[in-house]
């Protein structure tokens, strides 16, 4: 029963390099525990990111062991084989320093999917009744929860491949304002999802909905856009 | 890819679904049967049906597989989108050209 | 690319969107030499007929197998395509398609036993 664990790290930004660690094993460990204890005890010039330890903020998602995952929900016994570990920033984001990674491309992309919501009514409105059992709320409150962590994004190859390409979760965000009855933008959105680099990019690999940590379907969402895009667009209501 | 690039491949898809059947089931007949050129064309020349079935296929893949050879150029190849617009249309113009003269080859009396 | 190869690429339906691309190249390199070899039936039909002996080679049988495991694979993983996108969800997806990898596979070995 090996007592130490061999933890690869990526060091500087993109023409970084692997620099490799030995941290004590310990029972329950998570990889941030992992890796806040290089940063404490070996190296404290490591930077990563991270905010609730507990799994409900999304910040410190990296890459172990080629997957994009939550870090402090992934417990080492579960992918560390043979002692072995190795921790990179996330994927399809540019490198500010080590495991942090610039996310904001991941929001500007949401901005261009028009991913916010327009309202059509003021404060000074009554509030809109909203009844939770139509198909098209179930369908938004089935993609909400998205805490946009880019863990999608990360492990989609469509946006490795395609620069364009709006990515799984900003398609998400923009599939739940669709169905949202109170929501005054869809033509624009419509339009601005149906263009190169839209819902029509993904080749359903379903990397996003595998990976999730939300159990989120963007999948499945963005299926719903390509018919609902499709529709618009054969009526006239949108153009390309 | 756009929604209107979508809809002509995913529409020449469906058509296909069926006539790619057929044509799995016309092979397995040919081989079993171990058909010449001569047994095949007998079949073949003058043929209406034969000659709107195989029209309409080469028609719908020419459509079909240059809108998918411009996705993998786009995502896999550096070229601009002018030159992959460009490869895709000259690829589905060869495949209509050299389709329709083959399908013209075996059912012209 | 930082990392190495991801694990995710493990997965059956990654493969089958794979399977599906590279059928579809395959085939998109093939179509073109056969509409060219049907086309000799312009020339005569002796042409065409000395064709199809030179077809008859275990080479080229061999080559006409793949193809037909390719065309099977890449109608199959459309299907896929097309039930995700024009139908509601439904689970078990990867079962579905190690069984359309499987459907292909059979498909090839049948035409494999007809021709050799």
């Given at each position: ?164 390409y709006l990515g799984p979760a900003a398609l998400t965000r923009a599939w739940t ?9 869809n033509i624009a959105r419509l339009e601005a999802i149906a263009g190169a680099g ?43 | ?109 | ?92 997806q990867k079962q579905l398609a190690t069984l359309a990898a499987a459907l292909s ?12």
């Amino acid at each position: 029963m090996t007592t130490e664990l061999s933890v690869s790290l990526w060091r500087g930004a993109r023409n970084g390099r692997y620099e490799t660690y030995r941290v004590p094993l310990r029972s329950s460990q998570t990889v941030l525990d992992v890796v806040t204890f290089v940063q404490r005890h070996i190296d404290p010039t490591l930077s990563y990111r991270f905010a609730c330890r507990v799994g409900v903020c999304g910040s410190c998602a990296m890459t172990v062991n080629g997957k994009p995952r939550w870090t402090c929900r992934t417990h080492v016994a579960k992918v560390a084989g043979g002692g072995r570990l190795e921790i990179g920033p996330l994927a399809n984001l540019p490198v500010i320093k080590d495991l942090a990674t610039d996310m904001q491309p991941f929001f500007e992309k949401w901005q261009q999917a028009k991913s916010a919501f327009a309202p059509t009514k003021t404060r000074h409105d009554a509030i809109a009744r909203i009844r939770p059992d139509t198909p098209a709320r179930k369908a938004a409150d089935a993609a909400i929860e998205c805490i946009n962590c880019g863990v999608c994004y990360a492990a989609c190859d469509t946006v490795r491949w395609n620069a364009d390409y709006l990515g799984p979760a900003a398609l998400t965000r923009a599939w739940t304002l669709v169905n949202d009855e109170r929501d005054g933008g869809n033509i624009a959105r419509l339009e601005a999802i149906a263009g190169a680099g839209g819902c029509h990019a993904c080749h359903s690999h379903q990397s996003c909905q595998e990976l999730c940590p939300q159990a989120l379907n963007p999948t499945a969402a963005i299926a719903g856009l390509k018919r609902r895009t499709a529709a618009a667009y054969l009526k006239g209501e949108i153009k390309v | 890819m756009n929604v209107r690039l979508y809809l002509w491949q995913r529409a020449t898809a469906a058509v296909m679904a069926p006539l790619v059947v057929v044509h799995i089931a016309v092979i397995f007949y040919a081989t079993r049967h171990g058909m010449s050129a001569a047994d095949i064309l007998s079949r073949t020349r003058g043929s209406i049906a034969w000659a709107a079935f195989y029209g309409l296929f080469v028609s719908a893949v020419s459509i079909h597989a240059s809108i998918g050879v411009r996705n993998v150029l786009s995502e896999w190849t550096p070229l601009n989108e002018r030159r992959v617009d460009a490869c895709a249309v000259f690829f589905g113009l060869v495949l209509a050209v050299l389709g329709l003269r083959a399908v013209a080859a075996v059912v012209l009396p | 690319m930082i990392g190495r190869a991801a694990k995710h690429r493990d997965s059956a339906l990654w493969i089958a969107a794979m399977v599906h691309r590279v059928s579809g190249l395959a085939l998109a390199i093939f179509l073109p030499l056969h509409f060219l070899a049907l086309g000799l039936a312009l020339e005569s039909e002796a042409r065409l007929e000395s064709f199809l002996r030179w077809s008859d080679q275990p080479l080229v049988k061999a080559a006409e197998i793949a193809f037909v495991f390719l065309f099977t694979a890449h109608l199959l993983g459309g299907l896929r395509i097309l039930v995700i996108e024009n139908f509601d969800w439904r689970d078990g997806q990867k079962q579905l398609a190690t069984l359309a990898a499987a459907l292909s596979a059979i498909v090839a070995f049948a035409f494999l036993v007809r021709v050799f």
